[in-house]
C-alpha cells in the first residue's frame, strides 16, 4: 500500500537463517543399538531478534526464517521455533523454510522476487556472495 492506495507489491523478502537468533546444540541419544543426534535449542537471542523486529517494522521487510536439513534442522524445529515467538507476542518471521543443502538454497537464489539478502552468522556470511549481511552491520 502506497499513498493510501491498494497494490500488489510485494514487500522485499529478506532470508534470516535459525543460527543468528537462536542458540542451539546436537544432543545424542542413545537407544539399544541405535544412537541418534537431534537439534535442541537452548536459548533465543533477544537481541537478534528486536533489531530483526526494528529492521522489519521500520524498512517494511519480509522476513524469511531458514535453516538446512544437512544441519540436522527439521521442518518440525522451525514450526515450533515459530510458535515460541508468536507466543512471546514479538515473532519478525513471516514465513519459516526447510532448504535441503546450501548448494540448492545459493542456486535458488538469483530467482527470487524482491529479494534482498542473507543474514547469517560473521563466519559463514561471505557463501552468498554479495548478498550476505551480518546483523551488526544493518
Given at each position: ?48 531478534l528486536?533489531?530483526?523486529w526494528?529492521l ?9 526464517l ?12 522451525l ?28 542456486d ?31
Amino acid at each position: 500500500m502506497k499513498n493510501g492506495d491498494i497494490s500488489n507489491e510485494t514487500p522485499p523478502r529478506v532470508i534470516v537463517l535459525i543460527d543468528v537468533v537462536a542458540v542451539s546444540e546436537l544432543v545424542e541419544t542413545k537407544k539399544l543399538l541405535r544412537t541418534t543426534q537431534e537439534r535442541k535449542i537452548t536459548r533465543l537471542n533477544a537481541l537478534a531478534l528486536k533489531q530483526l523486529w526494528d529492521l522489519g517494522n521500520k524498512y517494511g521487510l519480509s522476513l524469511e526464517l531458514a535453516a538446512y536439513e544437512t544441519d540436522d534442522w527439521t521442518q518440525e524445529h522451525l514450526d515450533n521455533f515459530m510458535a515460541r515467538l508468536d507466543r512471546r507476542g514479538a515473532n519478525p518471521f513471516n514465513y519459516a523454510e526447510l532448504y535441503a543443502d546450501i548448494d540448492n538454497f545459493i542456486d535458488d537464489l538469483p530467482y527470487r522476487a524482491n529479494f534482498k539478502g542473507v543474514i547469517d552468522l560473521p563466519g559463514r556470511v561471505a557463501r552468498y556472495g554479495s548478498w550476505g549481511v551480518e546483523l551488526e552491520n544493518l
